[in-house]
């Protein structure tokens, strides 16, 4: 399949989509933080985070206007970003991570000055793996965050 996904910025009317989405059992599953995510905490997170100039986060829609996923990426205090990426449950395996990650990128970079982005996933997550090995991302090495093991993954802009 060759996906076409728009990208626009995330609104506060997507905040119950969002939070849908994250705590979905696969997403939670992937997660640092395992624990289903609450209504009042979700909607104070995102507020925050459309407040926040070092965030920049997107909904992406398919052909028939449909949302499929979100890509954020949070700027860092050495102007490096990590991207974080959730696709709705029912389009996965449909084609839709690689575009994604690549039109968040493009938009990314788009909107920023920062030249890196990276990824953390953790070590058992091998579809998510894939995906980012497929939208170019390098693998660094294996690291230990959150009393975890991670794959760490980095994307350079051009």
């Not at 497929?134 to 294996?142: L, N, P, S």
């Amino acid at each position: 399949m060759s996906a076409t996904l728009h990208l626009r910025p995330v609104t506060q009317e997507d905040s119950r989509l969002l939070w849908e989405w994250a705590n979905d059992p696969v997403v939670r599953a992937v997660s640092f933080s395992t624990d289903v995510i609450p209504w009042d905490k979700h909607k104070q997170w995102l507020k925050r985070k459309l407040q926040d100039e070092h965030c920049r986060m997107y909904i992406a829609l398919n052909e028939e206007n449909t949302p499929v996923g979100q890509i954020r990426f949070d700027i860092r205090e050495d102007n490096e970003a990590e991207v974080d990426v959730h696709l709705a449950p029912a389009l996965r395996g449909k084609g839709y991570g690689t575009v994604l990650i690549t039109e968040g990128l493009r938009a990314f970079f788009g909107s920023s000055d920062a030249q890196t982005v990276h990824s953390f996933i953790k070590e058992a997550n091998l579809a998510s793996r894939n995906v980012f090995l497929k939208a170019g991302f390098v693998e660094q090495k294996k690291e230990h965050m959150h009393e975890q093991e991670v794959y760490h993954f980095t994307y350079k802009h051009s």
